[in-house]
């Protein structure tokens, strides 16, 4: 049974940090690429951090570029989002995701149940 179960969200001031996780089980986690995406209220989901599976390459959306870091632990099947310098428009619900892509149109993608990111006065 494939589960993605994110933790560390929560309501934090401008300018705070939090670390998200996500713990992995039910499948081979070190071959799949593990992203982080947002969802605002009102937004279409977007993507924030990704990290590959085989080098631990990461990808950053621009707006977070110099204040997250994505990160990942093999041995513990769990991928990490550090947030630093959070600003309010940080605010949203933090999905996992797991990828892996075979080639010739076949993929698997698993998703977690997101946690959800309030930065606020």
């Known amino acids: 049974q494939v589960q993605l179960v994110e933790s560390g969200g929560g309501l934090v001031q401008p300018g705070g940090s939090l670390r998200l996780s996500c713990a992995a089980s039910?499948?081979?986690?070190?071959?799949?690429?593990m992203s982080w995406l947002r969802q605002a209220p009102g937004k279409e989901r977007e993507l924030v951090a990704v990290?590959?599976?085989?080098?631990?390459?990461?990808n950053y959306t621009d707006s977070v570029k110099g204040r997250f870091t994505i990160s990942r632990d093999n041995a513990k099947n769990t991928v990490y989002l550090q947030m630093n310098s959070l600003k309010p428009e940080d605010t949203a619900v933090y999905y996992c995701k797991a990828g892996r892509n075979y080639g010739l149109g076949r993929e698997d993608v698993y998703w977690g149940q997101g946690t959800q990111v309030t930065v606020s006065r």
């Open positions: 990290i590959s599976s085989a080098w631990g390459s990461t």
């Open positions: 039910g499948f081979p986690f070190n071959r799949y690429t």
